[in-house]
């Protein structure tokens, strides 16, 4: 459990980003500590982490806030998530001196295929955006099949980062600049990255519920240099882009001082941002009325 601790503090606080830096901690705390926590480092066994990765196939998930409780137990591929995670620590505990070499090297990981993602084909796609009647969720499906951007990058797009000009139409340079994404992101990971200098936060919004949140929904830097681009607009993708301002530009004229502007392409009526769990549920809406 020390271990595990000294891992994190000296070198995934300097080398992680604050969705791995928050995922490890939730498997270091309910899903290590709890059985190996009391381990010394010295004693620690192949056979040891072989019995562990076993046993844990009949452990209960442990459930994030947030996230829909479910009866299941803790499945193959967090096993192997948390497998890489020890390497990695007990790796570094050999490189610090306390090991002579790492007994996570040699385990035998129960078999974990993982499950083939059901993508739609181009006439289902095209389907599927026939059939879309919310303008909202139709222009969050074009950045994603016609311009590649991922759901955070849309959801973070801002107007400032938008050009679809008249000039540009014309000229056919229409285009879009990926420059951050919209994320919520645990307020204990963000804290820590802020003290060690390696925070990519760019905006922190405001909190609309009353209780306390340990997150914070944030626009911050992709998580990659090679993610920072300019996508170039298919006509359609325009038209919809400039049809999504004009819509907002008249919603800003109705209720006034009640719009909060935060720039956001995709924004609620009020001007707040969409999360991700929310466009996922009009899509999982769009594809059970359809039969997608």
């Known amino acids: 459990g020390e271990l595990m601790d000294e891992y994190v503090q000296v070198y995934g606080l300097n080398h992680w980003g604050d969705s791995y830096l928050s995922n490890n901690r939730h498997r270091i705390e309910h899903y290590i500590k709890p059985y190996l926590g009391n381990v010394a480092v010295k004693d620690l066994t192949t056979h040891d982490l072989d019995v562990f990765y076993d046993s844990l196939q009949d452990k209960p998930a442990v459930i994030l ?11 193959l591929s967090v096993i192997e998530k948390t497998h890489a995670l020890l390497r990695s620590a007990l790796n570094q505990a050999v490189i610090w001196e306390y090991i002579p070499s790492n007994p996570a090297d040699r385990v035998t990981l129960p078999k974990y295929k993982p499950s083939v993602r059901a993508v739609w084909s181009t006439s289902e796609a095209q389907y599927a955006l026939i059939c879309c009647t919310d303008p909202l969720l139709e222009l969050a499906m074009l950045l994603a099949l016609r311009c590649s951007m991922r759901i955070g990058e849309i959801l973070g797009l801002t107007w400032d980062c938008v050009d679809t000009s008249n000039e540009s139409l014309q000229d056919g340079t229409a285009h879009v600049t990926v420059i951050k994404e919209l994320k919520r992101c645990q307020k204990s990971s963000l ?8 925070s990519k936060v760019i905006f922190t919004f405001p909190e609309w519920k009353k209780t306390p949140s340990t997150t914070s929904l944030v626009l911050k830097s992709p998580k990659t240099e090679s993610s920072v681009r300019t996508v170039f607009l298919p006509k359609t993708v325009a038209m919809s882009l400039r049809k999504m301002r004009e819509s907002q530009d ?5 209720i006034g001082d009640e719009y909060h502007d935060y720039g956001l392409v995709i924004a609620h009526e009020d001007g707040r941002p969409y999360e991700e769990r929310q466009i996922v549920a009009l899509l999982r809406k769009l594809i059970a009325d359809n039969n997608l």
């Open 191 to 198: 804290k820590d990255l802020e003290r060690r200098g390696r």
């Open 250 to 254: 008249e919603l800003k004229l109705l």
């Open 65 to 75: 806030k947030g996230h829909k409780k479910t009866d299941a137990t803790i499945s």
